[in-house]
């Protein structure tokens, strides 16, 4: 089913999926959504989906907890940086909870610290009782 590109099978759509898994709660006015595994070219899209259509509710704000994250690549920080700006065009407020170290690396090495906000990873039972 799957035609060989460049001497190479390609991978079925569905199993790459599977190396993300979004959770998503509504607590009030705040949406939380929650990645665990890998934030990559092959799964980005999913978060990018459940970003926007949690934008489209009247949810005042977004949390995203990336504390689960095992991988964050270059389209992972894109997703993170578009749904940055749409939270500012929106006057939406985004907070992301800080991930493993080796993400939150990453995160600053493409400058994403200084752009969007930051909760630290700890502070989570704080921000699920406001």
Do not use: C, Y
Not at 6 to 26: F, M, N, V
């Amino acid at each position: 089913m799957f035609e060989r590109l460049h001497g190479q099978r390609q991978r079925d759509p569905a199993a790459i999926a599977d190396g993300l898994q979004i959770s998503s709660q509504r607590d009030g006015d705040r949406h939380t959504v929650t990645a665990v595994g890998e934030l990559d070219l092959a799964t980005a899209w999913q978060l990018e989906h459940e970003l926007r259509r949690i934008e489209a509710t009247d949810a005042r704000e977004i949390v995203l907890d990336l504390r689960g994250l095992l991988l964050l690549d270059s389209a992972g920080v894109r997703v993170l940086l578009d749904a940055g700006a749409r939270s500012r065009a929106q006057s939406k407020p985004l907070m992301l909870l800080s991930g493993a170290d080796s993400v939150q690396q990453r995160l600053e090495w493409s400058g994403l610290t200084t752009l969007l906000a930051f909760v630290d990873r700890n502070a989570a039972p704080s921000l699920r009782a406001g």
